[in-house]
């Protein structure tokens, strides 16, 4: 079983890298056949004032920022989340250079080579090159080191090195003429000391009052007759609220989840069962587990305080051959055997000079790393070759890696590392390339143990499998409009999810494992379209699409829901009010309190610019109100947020003007200037106009 999955999995990866190889040929596909596979420009991933980005153009700059990305992390490939966060950069670049960009073309603003020069090398170090170059172990930032870097990068004869620093150049320049632009319109903000004056007054002028409240809860919603014209009012008081800039999705869906039966729990049970005394008798732990384990390998040593603590006590207690199990762990039945027990280092100090093999030769590599390794075993410093190492960071530090624990290098390197000794120097092939090390260093020795670990996981089979599968391709094949898909939810007692504004670019569903594909069926179906079964993860969904809703203001049908609770407020805020005003109590707030049965509460130094209550929450025109009444006057009723209020002023505490309002015009333009770089972008956004039809394609 676990060798089939391994074969799987295998064939998964193979996949995989066809998959990679093929991309432009069906995108091709798509896009150049007769097929209606999108509406409108088919071709265009998104517009940005009028300029149309086409979905090759796009996908060349993806790619671009992905070989960029390798370059800057050492990876031959990078994962479908990391490529999904490179085309979000992506678009975020395009959508500033197209938007930005243009704005600072027409100020003229530059980056001189001076200024390159000062943030590399001068008298102003932009804060990424001070923290690259900064000694870890002093904290000390030194620019000899930058020069040195420099000076020896064209060394590496693949160009990687200086291809990955003009990139970094490159950046920090366009960081610098956005930071420009910017202080150019921080700059250009003013407040003017009357606007100072309010501001000053509005958050240190203090208010005392007493109040009384009673709450929107205390009238059930179901005594609430709402006509439509109560809808109507209330969806136009609110109307800005359901504006949205683009196109959505409303849509619930069922889950069959795909979970091990009984039958399922006591066959994997019984074959790790099977595998105990095969475990106990053979004389090559690590190949026992690679063949019959669904888990990993694990070769290393462990301390204590690092095994599961289901089997750390036995194993420090036993004797090499000692075999526990089964057990139940991370969803798995689990059988663990001590294989050795060793003394070893709880930390080590190394140096290293690497030799990439990423596009090179490895035989040449590795004839390289020996030809000075033994130079530097015939007595040469080791540190003298270091400027050789084709790891930056280490290099300008004589190869040194300074401190490290169990586990924190790749196996290899780590198993050098605690297995020999201070002094040892050796040549260690890792999936970098070739690697001279010296331990330069060791901690103090502690009993390490290393157990090997066969586990068989909890797993559906392929017939438990197979009936979810018949089970919610029969419940859509049978509900295929969204009466029957309803009526069959509602039959079956199922447990019905629903989102209710589902964009074209979102990438998941929360609580939805891999659902992209989810969401880009939902923008291709219907209005009361019913899905095939999307096997996400562990669970088959069936999805019905109940509304599609356009962008711009939404109608009063599509946010019913949402003015029901408005128009209900505002209902009860009126029978309320009426209950208030028919008390005849409307001058003495006590008297009031007494005749509708609600205690008088104390509201202590609220001011104009925190409209907040304490315990009750955000109340603006309660507070507005107390601002604008005489003291002692008992107010009107306010409609207010949780309920309907009704207030009395006894203090007004007015601070004592400053002899300037200098530093409150500071502050209110420190203000305004903090919000300016994301203001100035959304409004630049706004007036482009910007499409994103990304979601059409990915």
Known sequence: ??????????????????????????????????????????????????????????????????????????????????????????????LNEELIGKQIAKTGLVVSSDELFDMVQGNNIHPQIKQAFTDPKTGQFDKKNVLQFLKNMDNDPSGRTRAQWVNFENSIKDERLDQKYYELIKKGLYVTKEEAKRDFEAKSTTATARYIMINYN???????????????????????????????????????????????????????QELMTSFKETTDDSLFVAQNSDGPVDNAYHKQGTLSPVIETLMFAEQPG????????????????????????DSVQARHILFKTEGKDSLVVKATADSIYNLIKGGAKFEEFAHLSEDPGSAIKGGDLGWFKQGMMVPEFNDFCFNNHKGDLGVVKTTFGYHIIEITNQGGLSKNVR???????????????????????????????????????????????????????????????????????????????????????????VAHLIKIKPEGTLSLDDVKDQVEIEARKNKKAEMLTEKINASGAAQSLDGLAAKLGTPVQNLDNVTFASPNIPNVGPEMNVVG???????????????????????????????????????????AELQLQNRAQYETFNALKEKAKVKDYRGKFY
């Open 1 to 94: 079983m676990a060798i089939i999955g391994k074969i799987r999995n295998r064939a998964g990866l193979l996949i995989g890298f066809i998959g990679l190889s093929m991309v432009a040929f069906i995108l091709g596909d798509l896009l150049t056949s007769n097929r209606v596979f999108l509406s409108g420009n088919s071709t265009t991933a998104g517009v940005i004032d009028g300029q149309k980005i086409s979905i090759q153009d796009f996908e060349a700059r993806v790619q671009q920022n992905i070989e960029n990305y390798k370059l800057s992390q050492g990876k031959d490939q990078v994962d479908n989340q990391t490529t999904d966060q490179l085309r979000d950069q992506t678009w975020g670049q395009l």
């Open 625 to 667: 109100t107390i601002f604008g009444l005489d003291k002692g006057k008992v107010s009107k009723p306010i409609k207010g947020e949780q309920g309907v209020f009704v207030v009395q002023v006894t203090e007004i505490n007015k601070p004592a003007a400053p002899a300037n309002y200098t530093d409150a015009q500071k502050q």
């Open 218 to 272: 205390t009238i059930a919603d179901s005594s609430v007759v709402l006509t439509d014209a109560d809808l109507k009012k209330a969806y136009n008081e609110n109307i800005k609220r359901y504006e949205q800039p683009e196109e959505t999705r409303k849509l619930d869906y069922v889950v069959f989840d795909v979970t091990p039966s009984d039958n399922d729990r006591a066959e994997i049970e019984k074959s790790v």
């Open 322 to 345: 000692f075999v526990y199990g089964p057990y139940v762990e991370n969803n798995s039945f689990n059988i663990s055997k001590l294989n050795s027990i060793k003394m070893l280092p």
């Open 451 to 541: 157990v090997y670990t066969v586990s068989r996981k909890l797993e559906p089979s392929s017939k438990t499998y197979q009936g979810i599968f018949s089970k919610a391709n029969d419940f859509a094949a049978k509900n295929a409009t969204g009466d029957s898909f309803d009526k069959a939810v509602k039959e079956g007692g199922l447990n019905v999810r629903n989102v209710e504004s589902l964009k074209e670019n979102d990438k998941t569903i929360p609580g939805l494992e891999n659902s992209r594909e989810l969401i880009r069926w939902a923008f291709k179906a219907k209005e009361n379209d019913v899905s095939q079964p999307f096997e996400l993860g562990d669970k088959f969904v």
